[in-house]
């Protein structure tokens, strides 16, 4: 009894390896032949046969071709079944996604959550081979953010699983503590990743720069969604990161059209049209001298019609420039 119980579990397990080497090699080649599998497989094409039905029944769509030469190929279907991938492919596939999550390309977001999901079932091996990689890799600085993945990837893990998250935080300021939260969601902006959170100690909303966090050990905890304050998360998080943190305020005339305004903008802006070419602002920083120089770039004509530290900014900046103009004209 106890023999024929191992057998069968032994031919469980033949078989289950043999779909998997199966499906490996459909994912490898375009089309196979019968007899071609059959000769990998070391099996009959009637074998063959029963396991292709085997894979279709798991999800897998495999067409077959009829004809003496007859074969197999794995079609794209309406679903996307489990991936086979070897060891260079599953490293090859988390690096790509960590570097992509770098970039503004629209789906740092999405990247993130995949590379969460691969990396929880990676094997140790690999992780530490996909950590290899990110170590040993340099970038030019200023082309891209030192993004701390693994922080990126467990925070990512916990918002796909709603798990509270417990982390150490450092301030603007450079105080440090720890935080206890529900995360909710992740949003990029430039170079910096932002988290979007209910702040357990705190009982309100909170949104922590992603770079100054530590994460710690998962807690296990799991959490209900709540209702985020705002129709768009994005625009709500860029809101909290700079407007509402502005240290100083200033209002200008800006001679443009409303549109061209806000295509120039890269935050969510207060304006006030005044006529068709011409619109008042709204804007803010946390250093009046910063906040001149970047409106500068705009190249729009402008007018400081409220605020004293901007005016006094754009004066002192005005004078920078005719001395470096006058330095060169004396050259």
Known sequence: MVSAIADMIGDVLETSARLLELLSLLQLKRDWTSAELAGRLKV??????????????????????????????????????PLLLDDDEAVAVAVGL??????????EETSLTALAKLEQV??????????????????????RPPLDLSVLGAVAAAIRGNE????????????EGVRHTEPQRLVSWGAIWYLLAWDL???????????????????????????IPADNVVEYVVWRVSKAAWTYRA??????????????FRIPVDIEVVDEFTCQVEVGSDHPDRLALWMTQLDL???????????????????????????????
């Open 44 to 81: 009959s094409t009637r074998t063959v046969r029963a396991d292709v039905a085997k894979l279709r029944s798991l999800g897998y769509p495999v067409d077959a071709r009829p004809g003496v030469a007859g074969g197999y190929r794995l079609a794209a279907g309406t679903a996307m079944p």
């Open 98 to 107: 960590g570097a992509v999550a770098t970039q503004r390309l629209g789906v």
């Open 122 to 143: 990676l094997p140790a091996r690999l992780r530490r081979r996909v950590a290899a990689v990110r170590e040993a890799t340099s970038v030019v600085p200023g082309a």
């Open 164 to 175: 509270r998250l417990r982390f150490g935080y450092t301030t603007s300021g450079g105080s």
């Open 201 to 227: 100690d705190r009982d309100d909303w909170r949104v922590f720069r992603v770079d100054r966090m530590v994460v710690q050990a998962p807690t296990g905890v799991r959490f209900q969604p709540r209702a």
């Open 251 to 264: 209002r200008v005339l800006v001679h443009a059209p409303a549109a061209t305004v806000v295509a120039k």
């Open 301 to 331: 004509d402008l007018e400081v019609i409220d605020g004293d530290e901007l005016a006094a900014a754009f004066e002192r900046l005005a004078t920078r420039l005719r001395r470096a103009a006058g330095g060169a004209a004396t050259a």
